[in-house]
């Protein structure tokens, strides 16, 4: 009987662990990113173990202290112990401030901005879209019926974003880059991206905006440079044949 209620009460811990390294466990696909997941791993790891102390605890007080049938005699009964209750206040204390210090030294790279960016991309939300504008390259990216935009980002190079909204409060979310930022009416936020994994990813509205929220959708291509490039140009020239007066060149 006590052996099982041992494993019964350590078990527990284990299973969020393992449901939580498996499931759980975001991966990140920026610079960025990765700074935010060690910050969630160091969390989930310090919650894990103080989930086992406490669990331990309490498995160790139903094991050696449980009711005996035949008696009604307490357990040795104690207070007042100066040097326990100093312990058990001092160790809390230096894991929060512990924590505190790590997130904070994080959260400094990632909220840092470069003064020389290779890119730079203005972000506007409006209900129900997003418009994309790269001011360095004279190219747009507008929201089309039906048709979500789509974000080109060229890999492993730092892009500087500036984010603002045109009617309400809106986020600029994208879950696989452990990233969201909101967008409010009369302030800009700023921010950096350094993409480190190439490939298509969702963006959305992380924050309820109205009827459609649910339609504020992007995707975001990190892409290598000559594929960037390649595209830049496919832009331009798209931009330049649709100017009134132009001439488009055979098909």
């Excluded at 052996?3 to 975001?26: E, W, Y």
């Excluded at 001092?90 to 020389?116: D, K, Q, W």
């Excluded at 509205?205 to 995707?219: I, K, P, R, Y």
Aim: proline share 7%; glycine share 6%.
């Amino acid at each position: 009987m006590k052996s099982n209620a041992l494993r019964a009460a350590l078990a527990l811990p284990l299973l969020a662990a393992l449901a939580g390294c498996s499931a759980v466990l975001p991966l990140g696909a920026t610079v960025q990113a990765h700074e935010m997941r060690s910050v969630w791993v160091v969390f989930f790891w310090t919650a894990v173990f103080v989930a086992a102390v406490v669990w331990g605890l309490i498995a160790i007080c139903l094991i050696l202290w449980r009711q005996k049938r035949d008696g009604d005699d307490l357990p040795p009964q104690f207070d007042h112990n100066n040097a326990l209750e100093i312990t058990w206040t001092l160790i809390p204390l230096v894991m929060v401030l512990g924590l505190f210090a790590y997130t904070y030294v994080a959260e400094r790279h990632v909220e840092a901005l470069s003064p020389n960016p290779g890119l730079r991309v203005d972000v506007t939300a409006f209900r129900w879209g997003w418009h994309f504008r790269y001011p360095d390259l004279g190219i747009d990216v507008p929201e089309r019926a039906n048709h979500p935009p789509q974000l080109m980002l060229p890999l492993g190079e730092t892009v500087a974003f500036d984010v603002h909204s045109a009617d309400v409060a809106h986020s600029f979310s994208v879950p696989a880059f452990l990233f969201k930022r909101d967008a409010i009416p009369g302030i800009d936020n700023r921010f950096d991206w350094t993409p480190t994994t190439a490939g298509t990813f969702l963006g959305e509205c992380g924050e309820f905006c109205g009827l459609n929220h649910a339609l504020m959708t992007f995707t975001v291509a990190v892409v290598p440079r000559a594929q960037f490039t390649a595209w830049v140009a496919r832009r331009r020239a798209l931009a330049t044949a649709a100017r009134p007066g132009s001439v488009a060149g055979p098909s």
